[in-house]
T-cell receptor, first 115, second 115 residues
């Protein structure tokens, strides 16, 4: 079955530090990969996506590259801000005959950025 | 263009009562997914519905849980005879198409607390 493994948190950084959150996956087909962000008390917001190997998703200074050879989709940002403090979820979508595009999520990584 | 609307935001029930969670997908979206997030965990898929049809309920507990998405009105997740272990955040997501490269849009969730 499909699975997603994220680096364990929590992660605490100072403002303007470099961020990496590791994500690796296992899938039977050719999945699409996503990063979602969850702010306290809210639902998940799509941060970025990549739908095929070597695609790079980017948004709001965050980037992630779909690496099929290492089955990875690591999230990076060059300079984090306090407002980036949230929980980050890596997810994959592998369309099956009956499953639509159900998402399989990692456990989430709590990021705290201090001023 | 309104996003995915879930209500109530918070729901408190006593053991043995019924809980009804509602989800109105984004306009133009006919695919609805329900996920459950237990404390300190990632989201787990429960059920995938299209209008008037349950497509995949492989993530739903076999007893007490049911879901529907009628021709008119919101999707409903129903939990009968609730127990303490049902306490969680329940998120609904919708998409325009079932394709795996189409992102899902999430509501803010219903936080269910069982006394």
């Amino acid at each position: 079955g499909n699975s997603v493994t994220q680096m364990e948190g929590p992660v605490t950084l100072s403002e303007e530090a470099f961020l990496t959150i590791n994500c690796t996956y296992t899938a039977t087909g050719y999945p699409s990969l996503f990063w979602y962000v969850q702010y306290p008390g809210e639902g998940l917001q799509l941060l970025l996506k990549a739908t095929k190997a070597d695609d790079k998703g980017s948004n709001k200074g965050f980037e992630a590259t779909y690496r099929k050879e290492t089955t990875s989709f690591h999230l990076e940002k060059g300079s984090v801000q306090v407002s980036d403090s949230a929980v980050y979820f890596c997810a994959l979508s592998d369309q099956g005959e009956t499953s639509g595009s159900r998402l399989t999520f990692g456990e989430g990584t709590q990021l705290t950025v201090n001023p | 263009n309104a996003g995915v609307m879930q209500n109530p935001r918070h729901l408190v029930r006593r053991r043995g009562q019924e809980a009804r969670l509602r989800c109105s997908p984004m306009k133009g979206h006919s695919h609805v997914y329900w996920y459950r997030q237990l404390p300190e965990e990632g989201l787990k898929f429960m059920v995938y519905l299209q209008k008037e049809n349950i497509i995949d309920e492989s993530g739903m507990p076999k007893e007490r849980f049911s879901a529907e998405f009628p021709k008119e009105g919101p999707s409903i997740l129903r939990i009968q005879q609730v127990v303490r272990g049902d306490s969680a955040a329940y998120f609904c997501a919708s998409s325009r198409e079932p394709a795996s490269n189409q992102p899902q849009h999430f509501g803010d969730g219903t936080r269910l607390s069982i006394l």
